[in-house]
């Protein structure tokens, strides 16, 4: 972006003298942005972009008049990035209602192979008829194994004749989901993009002139909520979370310019940057979606999924394994809450709110 004289250039999205004759138009204000802002959810997927809704939520006065001097050019040219124009998407038609209609489409699941079979078969013959053709080479399904005991034969899952290879994991809106329904492989997917985000930003994040806590406020906003995204619904292990805390401090003492060999405790450089543990983080993400849950009626689908039980089956030597439900339970006795405190959002909010950062507000004051 150029500024000069009052002119904004945008790559083509020029607002020039020529250009002036717009007639009555009516701008955006600041004080919209911001509230349409204050608006956005957190812990969204990113686009092409790659700039987080953080970003924009912690953003200062000056990053507030950019986005709405943008906001104005795109308006008044009635011309848009050709960036914000292309997606894209890979709808799964669910043999229901009008194929052309986009309410119908969902992932195909189904309990066993010779039903996942029936439900191919006739999801291939309804796209084939409209002029729509499955690729036998990149469809792959994943088998997701409750139970160490109950197993079905061997059936070979098929698209018409093409036998369709197995995965023991796939990438699902980000998450990596196994088949074991282990969290390992996610674990390891969110470190390696917290760790390219990091990358991204190490011109900003290593640059000796810029004070520690705002490098904290960037890494804050940047690349944590890479590192947890899709963790409200981890059955942590203390695996896992030795794994994150380990990526995390490497991170920080490198922004702090330090090492392991400087013998610098890890609270120290915690309190140079203003960043909170990853541990803490991960249980506020875990209760404040749990509050968010328990705060739904009865009957909306995510309380209806609480109540699901794998019927016929029993469990296989050895230890358990562990659900979120039971880190819950150990999340709420840290912090002597009960379940029924979720029901007042303000007060739930404020006790797993955890202390030692600053409050990031979005405001054009």
């Known amino acids: ?57 912690s953003t200062d006065k000056a990053g507030i008049e950019w986005l709405t001097r943008l906001f104005n050019v795109i308006f008044k040219t009635t011309k848009m990035p050709d960036e914000w124009r292309w997606s894209t998407m890979v709808p799964l038609y669910k043999n229901k209602g009008d194929i052309q209609n986009c309410n119908n489409y969902r992932v195909l699941i189904d309990e066993t192979r010779d039903r996942v079979n029936a439900r191919l078969e006739v999801w291939r013959q309804a796209l084939e008829s409209k002029g729509f053709r499955l690729s036998r080479t990149k469809t792959k399904y994943l088998r997701c194994k409750f139970s160490d005991v109950l197993d079905e034969a061997d059936v070979e899952v098929r698209l018409a004749t093409q036998i369709i290879p197995k995965r023991e994991s796939f990438k699902y809106l980000g998450s990596v989901i196994q088949g074991s329904g282990d969290i390992d492989d996610d674990v390891t997917h969110r470190i390696g993009v917290a760790w390219m985000k990091w990358r991204l930003a190490s011109g900003v994040l290593c640059d000796k002139k810029i004070p520690p806590r705002l490098k904290g406020k960037f890494y804050r906003v ?128 404020s006790r797993i709110k955890v202390e030692g950062e600053e409050v990031e507000v979005c405001s054009g004051e």
């Open 222 to 349: 940047i690349v944590r909520p890479a590192l947890l995204y899709g963790a409200e619904c981890w059955p942590v292990k203390n695996a896992h979370v030795q794994k994150m805390h380990v990526a995390e401090m490497r991170m920080l003492r490198w922004m702090c310019g330090h090492t392991r060999s400087d013998k610098i405790r890890n609270e120290v450089i915690r309190e140079k940057v203003g960043v909170a543990s990853v541990v803490d983080k991960l249980r506020e993400a875990r209760l404040r979606w749990f509050g968010h849950v328990k705060r739904r009626c009865t009957d909306a689908p995510v309380r209806r999924c609480e109540g699901l039980v794998v019927e016929g089956t029993r469990r296989g030597r050895g230890r358990p394994k562990k659900y979120q439900g039971e880190v819950i339970r150990q999340d709420l006795a840290q912090l002597h809450l009960t379940e029924d405190m979720t029901l007042d959002r303000k007060e739930w909010r």
């Open 1 to 57: 972006m150029k500024k000069g004289a009052g002119v904004i250039v945008l790559n083509n999205l020029g607002h020039s003298e020529r250009l002036q004759d717009f007639g009555y138009c009516r701008c955006f204000r600041i004080e919209e942005v911001i509230r349409a802002i204050s608006r956005m959810s957190r812990g969204r997927a990113i686009g092409s972009d790659e700039i987080s809704v953080e970003f924009w939520k």
